[in-house]
C-alpha cells in the first residue's frame, strides 16, 4: 500500500516541480506565480495544456517551442523528474501518513530555492519566512513535545551559520543563515549531521574549482551555498536521525 502512496506522492511531485520551474523563473523578476499561465521563455507564446505535461511534453516536442522552435532548457523536465522522486522517496522513507508532511513540505522550500540560489544568488524571504513558520506549525502538530528540540536546532544552525557569516561575509550570506535556521525547524537534532554534509559537499566543490583554475582564480569564483545547503538538507531528512543515533550509540 505505501508503494502505491508514493506513486501518487511521485505523480503530484511532477505537477509541483512544474510550479516549481514557474517560482524559480518569476520570484526572482516579482512576477505572479499565478498568472499569466505557462509561456515559452523564448517567444512568451502560451503554452497550451497538452504542451505543459511534466517531463512528456518536453520529451515529445523534442526540447523546443511548438511556436518558435527555440530550445527550452533541459532543465525544466530535470526539476519535474527530480521533485517526482523526492516527493515518491519521502513517501517510502516517512510511511504513507501524517509524519511524511513535514518531508513533502520541506523538499517543497528547497527544490525552489536551490534553483533560485543557482541563479541569481539570493534566497528569498517570500519563500524561507512562510516555509519556517509553516515547518512550526506543522512539527507542534504532529508532536508538541519535539517542538523545543526543533526550535532549539534552529536558533543553533542559524547562529553557527551568523557566526561564519560575521567571521567571513564575503563567503555566505544571510539568505545562507535563515535556511539553515528553517533546516533546524523541519529536521531537529538531524540538523547536525545536514550541516556537516553541506560544508564538506561545499568545501570540495571550493576545493575542485581551486585545483581547476588555481589559487587565485578560484577563490574569486562565487559559488551559491544554498544548494549545498539543500544537498545536506536531504541527507538530514532521509538519513539523519540514524546517523545521530550512530554516532550516539558508538561515541557516547
Known sequence: MTAAYAAL???????????????????PRGESIVSPGSRCPSCETPIRPYD????LSWLWLRGRCR??????????????????????????????????????LFV???????????????IPNRIV??????????????????????????????????????????????GDVK???LMGIFLGRAVAPALLVALLSG?????????RKGAKEGRKTAVPFG????LGGLAGLFAGDEIVDWYQDTYL
Open 179 to 181: 535556511l539553515a535556521g
Open 227 to 230: 544548494p549545498f545547503l539543500a
Open 52 to 55: 505543459n505535461v511534466p517531463v
Open 203 to 211: 568545501t570540495l566543490i571550493g576545493a575542485l574549482i581551486i585545483a
Open 108 to 122: 517543497s522550500i528547497l527544490v525552489p530555492v536551490t534553483l533560485i540560489d543557482l541563479d541569481h544568488r539570493i
Open 129 to 174: 519566512v512562510p516555509g519556517a513558520l509553516a515547518g512550526a506549525v506543522i512539527v507542534a502538530l504532529l508532536d508538541l513535545d519535539a517542538l523545543p528540540e526543533h526550535l532549539i536546532a534552529a536558533v543553533a544552525a542559524g547562529g553557527f551559520f551568523l557566526l561564519a557569516v560575521l567571521a567571513y561575509p564575503r563567503g555566505m550570506g544571510m
Open 9 to 27: 506522492a511521485g505523480v503530484a511531485g511532477l505537477l509541483f516541480g512544474s510550479f516549481f520551474n514557474v517560482v524559480a523563473h518569476r520570484l
Open 67 to 104: 511556436s518558435c522552435g527555440e530550445p527550452i532548457s533541459p532543465r525544466y523536465p530535470l526539476v519535474e523528474l527530480g521533485t517526482g522522486v523526492l516527493f515518491a522517496a519521502v513517501v517510502l522513507s516517512k510511511g504513507a501518513d501524517r509524519d511524511a508532511w513535514l518531508g513533502l
